[in-house]
């Protein structure tokens, strides 16, 4: 039995085992797919990691993973269908029956994009419709592309965007993006990416691809000629293995404070599955940290 499951395999997931190891306990990390080190890979670049500017997702993540790799940590490849208690041990369940068991458990399974909900994107996902501008921006070299939202990832993803598309149509509902201003005034400063305000998309058109995206705005619909329609307009917490185990919100995310502690004794919330302000990859470590810290003091009676 182990003293501590881990389930995600991302900055918050692995920040725990980091410290984990450090305070002697015997864990393992769960992860959905082999060498994950979550959505964190899919990021182009990262500028706001202390000592680490500008290196990408993908590198940053492996860093985190080697770290927790050189200091002992096991990692378990695996995906979890079942989560419970019995009595005061956690049983985690996986695809293929097996069954592991520990005294604490660190919930760190982040969250998945969420769909724009129109007509059309489901029948053109794989064929236009992406949710992942570092995945499948290549296939769009040279063409014209929208990208939907106003937060940080629909910035970043329309500036990524802009430098092998002809053009990039950011739309957006609101007359204001939420995105940082330094992403703001670099999008501004790109030519070939056009701002669209006050404008919803209703339907993604096509034939064997996508070729438009209709728009509407004050009541009246045009419909845009594009190749690729990026969605990023949020995301939703994978929490539904914890549904009836402890506390959530409205929106489906962990009721956790700052030291990670669920309604549920021996349950920790970390990373983007938790109730907090701001969810970036340095708060998804801070989380880990706290999380492992909080589960040693629990595990130990302290």
Known sequence: MF???????????????????RAGLYHTVIEK????????????????????????????GE????????????????????LEKSGDIWKVTLSDETVLESKAVIYAAGASPKTLGIKGEAEFTGRGVSYCALCDGAFFEGKAVAVIGGGDTALSD???????????????????????PSLVKQASAKENIIFIMKTVPVEITGAANVTGIILEHDGLKETLSVSGVFAAVGSIPNTSLLTGLCDLDDRGYVIAGEDCLTSAAGLYAAGDVRTKKVRQVITAASD?????????EYINGI
């Open 3 to 21: 003293d501590l499951i881990i389930l995600g395999s991302g900055p918050a997931g692995v920040t725990a085992a980091i410290y984990a190891s």
């Open 33 to 60: 797919e082999y060498m994950g080190t979550g959505q964190i890979a899919f990021t182009e670049r990262v500028d706001n990691y202390p000592g680490l500017y500008g290196t990408d997702g993908f590198s940053l």
């Open 63 to 82: 860093k985190f993973r080697e770290h927790a790799g050189a200091l002992g940590t096991e990692f378990t490849e695996g995906e979890v269908i079942g």
């Open 158 to 180: 329309a500036l990524y965007l802009s430098g092998m598309a002809e053009k990039v149509c950011l739309i957006h509902r609101r007359d204001t993006f939420r995105a940082s």
């Open 288 to 296: 880990g940290a706290c999380a492992a810290t909080a589960a040693y």
